[in-house]
């Protein structure tokens, strides 16, 4: 619908530039000396129409995309937009749970623990080192439990 709206806002447009173009170069005038008065109703008109034109489009889509969401839904459309969630939610589940991405995660896991408990039994143990390590230990964790 919207396509053809555009396509009938280029062609009302075209028209009437056309006419402008025509009236300016007077190619009317010269044969006919009662035309450029019927020209000039005619691009008057032509403007009108382009005006009422522009105004129906601005109204529809203004209407077109603020009450398409607020409608109510049927209950197939709920049906079905649910089980297009419940199929992307599968497909991220799969994509998101490899195998070999939670082996990586665990390596990591590992040498953060490591590093940690490393931090802490040395003699100098510096808390901020820690604190980093633990912080991305943390997010490590959140984000294995999330796959």
Not at 68 to 85: D, G, P, Q, S
Not at 119 to 131: A, E, F, N, Q, T
Request: net charge negative; no cysteine; charged share 35%.
């Amino acid at each position: 619908m919207l396509q053809e709206a555009n396509a009938e806002f280029d062609q009302i447009g075209e028209t009437v530039l056309k006419d402008l173009e025509e009236a300016d170069h007077g190619e009317h005038g010269e044969t006919d000396a009662g035309l450029p008065g019927i020209l000039g109703l005619e691009i008057e008109e032509n403007e009108k129409k382009l005006a009422d034109f522009e105004g129906q489009i601005e109204k529809e889509r203004n209407e077109g995309l603020f009450f398409k969401n607020l409608r109510e839904r049927t209950t197939k459309e709920k049906v079905e937009a649910k089980e297009e969630t419940e199929k992307i939610k599968e497909l991220t589940k799969e994509n998101a749970g490899s195998k070999v991405r939670m082996n990586i995660y665990l390596a990591f896991i590992s040498v953060l623990v490591i590093g940690i408990t490393d931090s802490l039994i040395s003699p100098s143990s510096d808390w901020r080192k820690v604190g980093v390590l633990g912080a991305i230990l943390v997010a490590l964790l959140s984000q294995f439990i999330y796959e």
